[in-house]
């Protein structure tokens, strides 16, 4: 009878931790969906479960909101998935769950190229937050939200806190990232304005300034055979022919030429600006593999 | 002896009572009525297509027929057409139509293919439908809605002459509903649009290059293509006049200016045409305001 009592109970401890039964079954289902990367169906088995049990009070609730929101954001609908997740937000019982939502919503905001929102987030979380390693990881994605919003002072500012708060065994931002945050934020830009003006004074000098050598010197040469033209009709007398080739040629060089000085300009700091976004997140994620590596 | 027995009951019944909650939770979700109302949830959410599905999974794991069957059929009709899938909507209202011949929604589901072939962008398919369903609807409500309809087809294809004349053709008591009342108005207003004359806006500039664009308010074209014809014709007579035929210059620009001038009067056409088109998507934009709100 002892032993038939013994292996009951350890049936039913095995039976217990069998997921068909341990959890509900349509999560289950959900999970399965979501892991296989059925997505779809996924949401379906999660909405389901949150339309019958909308009146627990576990986490469950926020759990499948959670899950939707990230199969809603692999689906690449990213309103409806920040939508879930904030759903996730509002019914996560615990204030860490809570906490770690918000992250999460950040990070999906962040990805869908809303950084201030993601910045607010992070912030309230860093403000208000009870638990240090969720502020801490809150400035961690805040500085990764203002580098893509080229706000370096505020990455800078957002990786001290991240790194100064780590254990002891760490000594602070580390060097090799704190000097390309310092580079970032002495970056000599060019301005387009300026690039505008060069090319206005001598056609091709706003390119030539911003690093289109190509281009710079293709609008010098056919603004000045262009305008050669124009000049020399006009000091002949000749003004009909003066204006055609204004109409037609040189006034449209001319003034093409203005323009891309100024685009060259922008987009030679967009280059600037990615390139080295490009480094620092590099040199993080290495950063933070060491930061692994020391602790295991 | 006797407590070991009773430990053995418990166990026993322990185990029972998860089987039992296994069994009741999968009972839960999948029980037909439960589909059913999943499926309500989700179209009341506008998650369509997803509602549809699970119509459809209602129908499958009911163990009888539905006595709403036809509802349910008219429902998924209703969740694709709503999703956008226009031509699986059609095939769900064709069903009701066929398989159920004294169903409720069999004027409805008339409305609905006509709708949603009107939905897709095929007018013509919509008007033929809409006439052959006309003298099979047995409601009145079915039938003025059905005659909007075919009103409103007339009015996308810009057929306005059409549209007052079947609109105006309609019973007083139909005529006098107000969507009817408003999509004759439309309907007036399409016919009385100031439209511009492609033959006389081709004419005018024939007569006198760009007052064709003026006609049809575009000053500055038109003033830039009296400009250059002007002065390309102007170069081409100064050519000739001093070296006669053999003057190349004046060949090169009389060229241009035939050219131009050919270019100019095919330009006041076009223009006039999307001149027109312009006014009446003007107009059909404030019609699809107006059905929007009607038509569900």
Not at chain 1, 37 to 53: G, L, Q, S
Not at chain 1, 176 to 183: G, V
Request: charged share 20%; with cysteine; hydrophobic share 40%.
């Amino acid at each position: 009878m002892l032993v038939l009592n013994k292996f009951l109970l350890a049936w039913l401890i095995f039976i217990w931790t069998l997921p068909g039964i341990k959890h509900d079954m349509t999560l289950s289902l959900g999970e399965r969906f979501f892991n296989s990367e059925n997505y779809y169906d996924a949401i379906t088995e999660y909405k389901r479960y949150i339309f019958f049990n909308s009146e627990k009070k576990d986490n469950s609730i926020s759990n499948a909101y959670y899950k939707t929101g990230l199969a809603y954001f692999h689906l690449g609908k990213s309103d409806k998935a920040i939508n879930e997740l904030r759903k996730s937000i509002q019914t996560a019982n615990t204030v860490r769950m809570r906490d770690e939502r918000k992250i999460d919503l950040a990070i999906v905001l962040i990805a869908s190229g809303n950084y201030g929102a993601a910045e607010f987030i992070l912030i309230k979380v860093e403000m208000f937050s009870q638990l240090p390693e969720l502020k801490k990881e809150a400035a961690y994605f805040r500085g990764v939200a203002s580098l893509y919003s080229y706000n370096w002072e505020r990455a800078d500012e957002a990786f001290h806190i991240y790194f100064d708060d780590l254990e002891e065994k760490s000594q602070g931002m580390p060097i090799k990232l704190e000097s390309m945050l310092n580079k970032a934020q002495n970056l000599k830009y060019k301005s387009p304005k300026l690039a505008k003006i060069l090319s206005t004074i001598i056609p091709g000098s706003g390119q030539i300034y911003a690093g289109d050598w190509r281009n710079g010197i293709n609008a010098l040469l056919l603004n000045s055979a262009t305008g050669y033209y124009f000049v020399d009709d006009i000091l002949q007398s000749q003004y009909q022919d003066a204006i055609l080739n204004y109409l037609f040629l040189f006034g449209r060089f001319y003034r093409g030429n203005r323009f891309h000085a100024g685009e060259a300009a922008k987009k030679y700091n967009e280059k600037l600006n990615q390139n080295l976004i490009s480094h620092i997140l590099k040199t993080l994620l290495g950063e933070l593999d060491n930061e692994n590596n020391k602790n295991n | 002896m006797k407590h070991i027995r009773l430990t053995s009951i418990f166990l026993c019944l322990l185990l029972i009572q998860q089987f039992l909650l296994a069994n009741s939770n999968q009972e839960k979700y999948y029980k037909p009525e439960n589909i059913l109302r999943f499926a309500e949830h989700l179209f009341q959410e506008g998650d369509y297509l997803r509602a549809a599905s699970e119509f459809l999974r209602y129908l499958y794991y009911s163990d009888s027929i539905p006595i709403e069957e036809d509802t349910i059929y008219y429902k998924i009709g209703l969740c694709y057409r709503l999703g956008k899938n226009h031509q699986k909507s059609i095939s769900y209202f064709q069903k009701v139509i066929a398989d159920y011949p004294y169903s409720n929604y069999l004027d409805d589901s008339h409305f609905q293919i006509a709708y949603s072939h009107f939905l897709s962008g095929k007018y013509k398919e919509s008007l033929s439908f809409a006439d052959k369903s006309l003298s099979l609807i047995k409601s009145d409500p079915g039938r003025l809605k059905l005659q909007q309809l075919t009103g409103l087809n007339y009015i996308y294809q810009k057929q306005w002459r059409q549209a007052v004349d079947y609109l105006s053709s309609l019973e007083n008591r139909v005529k006098h509903n107000g969507l009817s009342a408003s999509l004759l108005n439309f309907a007036k207003q399409g016919e009385q649009l100031p439209r511009k004359s492609k033959f006389l806006a081709g004419l005018m500039s024939a007569i006198i290059p760009g007052i064709g664009k003026m006609y049809c308010h575009r000053t500055g074209d038109g003033l830039m293509s009296l400009l250059t014809i002007g002065l390309t014709s102007w170069q081409a007579y100064d050519g000739f006049h001093k070296k006669g035929s053999k003057s190349v210059k004046g060949w090169i620009f009389g060229a241009m200016t035939a050219f131009f001038y050919l270019g100019n009067i095919y330009g006041s056409v076009v223009t006039a045409n999307i001149y027109n088109q312009q006014i009446e998507d003007k107009l059909l934009t404030e019609v699809r305001v107006t059905i929007n709100v009607s038509f569900k």
